[in-house]
């Protein structure tokens, strides 16, 4: 039932979803549907977490195992495979509509203040040591971030994930400071 809740939010928005609707495409009554869920509310709410949880284990899981040695391109690498898996998911969270639950949007806060906490741990060393500014580097990265995974999720074809691993590494350049090696 989440699973098409999940695509009438996709493809027509959260104003669309009802649980006449959901019952419809499952092929069940609209009680299986109350039963599951209590509400509409509810069901979006049930929706929101489970999308949440996914979207946030594709980008641990594409963050974990990095170094802060790496490059912003290499992470974000991981990041495009994870909305490649689940692109509805993420086209939640990037591009939410309006009509969604106010937990949407909780979470979309959260979210964003903890990946703007992990770019700024990440590149803090880096940037610090080479005279730069890590806030503004951060703001800026996650920005950057922000917008070429909307790109990859409005236009596969045109956005693809070479060209915009190239333009990231481009100016990740401009925002950390390369440290000399020894």
């Known amino acids: 039932m989440l699973d098409a809740c999940r695509t009438i939010v996709d493809e027509e928005g959260f104003h669309a979803v009802t649980i006449n609707r959901v019952a419809q495409d499952c092929a069940v009554s609209r009680t299986v549907v109350y039963q599951q869920f209590g509400s509409l509310n509810a069901m979006l709410i049930a929706l929101v977490d489970r999308e949440i949880n996914r979207a946030g284990e594709g980008f641990l899981g594409a963050v974990h195992d990095h170094a802060a040695s790496e490059t912003f391109s290499e992470v974000m690498a991981g990041v495009l495979a994870a909305v490649d898996t689940h692109p509805a998911t993420w086209r939640m969270f990037m591009m939410p509509g309006e009509g969604g639950p106010p937990e949407l949007y909780a979470h979309l806060v ?11 741990r990440v590149i803090g060393d880096q940037v610090d040591g080479g005279g730069g500014d890590t806030e503004l580097s951060a703001r800026s990265l ?3 971030a922000d917008e070429i995974v909307r790109l990859r999720l409005q236009d596969p074809d045109r956005y693809s994930i070479d060209r915009l691993l190239r333009h990231a590494e481009v100016v990740s350049a401009a925002l950390i400071p390369v440290t000399p090696t020894g």
């Open 110 to 120: 959260r979210a964003r203040a903890s990946v703007l906490g992990y770019v700024t």
């Open 142 to 144: 996650h920005a950057i």
